[in-house]
């Protein structure tokens, strides 16, 4: 917080991170229903360690980017009952350590306002030990992906060597929000907010997988071009003083409803519409926003949402009561 507050940091890459059953960062709390308890945890609570509070907090008040490897545990799942801090036993809940594969994502990556970004090889086939989602408490995970597997990186004593992980993956997409942000001031002249450029990077990424965000993918492979010309428009330099308009930030009120009226171009066949708020903490969301939208007089539309308790299946249009981002 000090250094985003005094020294200009606007992103954190993050190449670490913890499984829960391996808790070394006590004290941890579990939440239910009845607050503070160490019984079996239902399922739309989750696990939520102070960690992620203290993350979540920090995001909110220093607004900078958290970038989260999002875990190489896909194929270390841990079935059985563990103790928590108190050394009471605690019990996987209903869509904890049920799909193999699946639900491996790390405690850190797991916070509502941080992006947990998985591994893919060249050919964008997700690699086997990047960890999935649901991130605790249902929510999505890992949120994009990049490629990080035989990749090209430094080494411990100063020459390169090849290495896998999501830890490479990871710092590729911060790397390309940095890319984002420096476009954004030489345009715009203005210092864009991490929900920004996060929704950035949301709305341009290459959707792969399952059709719309899913548990493996996320939204998709970062794509650092379109989301740079999504900055300064596609179209050449005299839309730059129109390109403002693509982009809606604002502040809303309990149960206000805001409405935004965009014109799609006749040659287009397909428009996104993403929105993405940093949430207070704590393992639920406390503010909850609904995205809809309606092309003429239709009906709304509701965002894509994928489902926690079935991981393999397709997202559909419902509402969203999880996830900082629709």
Same mark, same amino acid.
């Given at each position: 917080?000090?250094?985003?507050?005094?020294?200009?940091?606007?992103?954190?890459?993050?190449?670490?991170?913890?499984?829960?059953?391996?808790?070394?960062?006590?004290?941890?709390?579990?939440?239910?229903?009845?607050?503070?308890?160490?019984?079996?945890?239902?399922?739309?609570?989750?696990?939520?360690?102070?960690?992620?509070?203290?993350?979540?907090?920090?995001?909110?008040?220093?607004?900078?980017?958290?970038?989260?490897?999002?875990?190489?545990?896909?194929?270390?799942?841990?079935?059985?009952?563990?103790?928590?801090?108190?050394?009471?036993?605690?019990?996987?809940?209903?869509?904890?350590?049920?799909?193999?594969?699946?639900?491996?994502?790390?405690?850190?990556?797991?916070?509502?306002?941080?992006?947990?970004?998985?591994?893919?090889?060249?050919?964008?086939?997700?690699?086997?030990?990047?960890?999935?989602?649901?991130?605790?408490?249902?929510?999505?995970?890992?949120?994009?992906?990049?490629?990080?597997?035989?990749?090209?990186?430094? %080494?411990? @004593?100063?020459?390169? &060597?090849?290495?896998?992980? =999501?830890? *490479?993956?990871?710092?590729?997409? +911060?790397?390309? !929000? #940095?890319?984002?942000?420096?476009?954004?001031?030489?345009?715009?002249?203005?210092?864009?907010?991490?929900?920004?450029?996060?929704?950035?990077?949301?709305?341009? %990424?290459? @959707?792969?997988?399952? &059709?719309?965000?899913?548990? =493996?993918? *996320?939204?998709?492979?970062?794509? +650092?071009?379109? !989301? #740079?010309?999504?900055?300064?428009?596609?179209?050449?330099?005299?839309?730059?003083?129109?390109?403002?308009?693509?982009?809606?930030?604002?502040?809303?009120?309990?149960?206000?409803?805001?409405?935004?009226?965009?014109?799609?171009?006749?040659?287009?066949?397909?428009?996104?519409?993403?929105?993405?708020?940093?949430?207070?903490?704590?393992?639920?969301?406390?503010?909850?926003?609904?995205?809809?939208?309606?092309?003429?007089?239709?009906?709304?539309?509701?965002?894509?949402?994928?489902?926690?308790?079935?991981?393999?299946?397709?997202?559909?249009?419902?509402?969203?009561?999880?996830?900082?981002?629709?």
């Amino acid at each position: 917080r000090y250094a985003a507050q005094n020294l200009g940091l606007r992103i954190s890459s993050n190449s670490w991170g913890y499984d829960p059953d391996m808790d070394f960062l006590p004290p941890a709390r579990l939440e239910t229903a009845d607050s503070h308890s160490s019984g079996k945890l239902k399922t739309r609570w989750g696990y939520y360690p102070n960690f992620n509070y203290a993350t979540d907090q920090m995001v909110r008040a220093a607004d900078v980017l958290y970038f989260w490897a999002a875990g190489n545990e896909s194929y270390s799942v841990v079935l059985s009952p563990v103790p928590d801090e108190m050394n009471q036993i605690r019990y996987p809940d209903e869509w904890h350590r049920t799909y193999p594969g699946f639900d491996t994502m790390l405690v850190n990556s797991s916070a509502k306002n941080v992006l947990a970004i998985g591994a893919t090889h060249k050919d964008d086939v997700i690699c086997a030990f990047s960890s999935r989602g649901p991130g605790y408490g249902g929510r999505l995970g890992p949120h994009l992906v990049g490629p990080g597997f035989d990749m090209l990186t430094l %080494a411990s @004593d100063n020459t390169y &060597a090849h290495g896998s992980g =999501t830890s *490479g993956s990871c710092p590729m997409a +911060a790397g390309v !929000a #940095a890319l984002l942000i420096d476009q954004y001031r030489k345009i715009h002249h203005a210092e864009p907010s991490a929900a920004l450029i996060t929704a950035l990077l949301f709305n341009s %990424a290459r @959707d792969l997988g399952l &059709a719309g965000p899913d548990f =493996t993918y *996320g939204y998709g492979m970062v794509d +650092a071009q379109l !989301a #740079a010309r999504t900055i300064s428009g596609q179209e050449g330099i005299e839309e730059l003083k129109k390109v403002r308009s693509r982009f809606v930030e604002a502040k809303i009120k309990h149960k206000q409803e805001h409405l935004y009226t965009f014109d799609v171009p006749k040659n287009k066949q397909e428009m996104r519409v993403t929105l993405v708020w940093h949430d207070a903490p704590g393992p639920k969301l406390i503010n909850n926003l609904d995205l809809w939208a309606r092309y003429g007089n239709g009906k709304r539309v509701l965002p894509l949402t994928p489902d926690p308790y079935d991981p393999t299946a397709p997202a559909v249009n419902m509402s969203n009561k999880r996830d900082t981002s629709e």
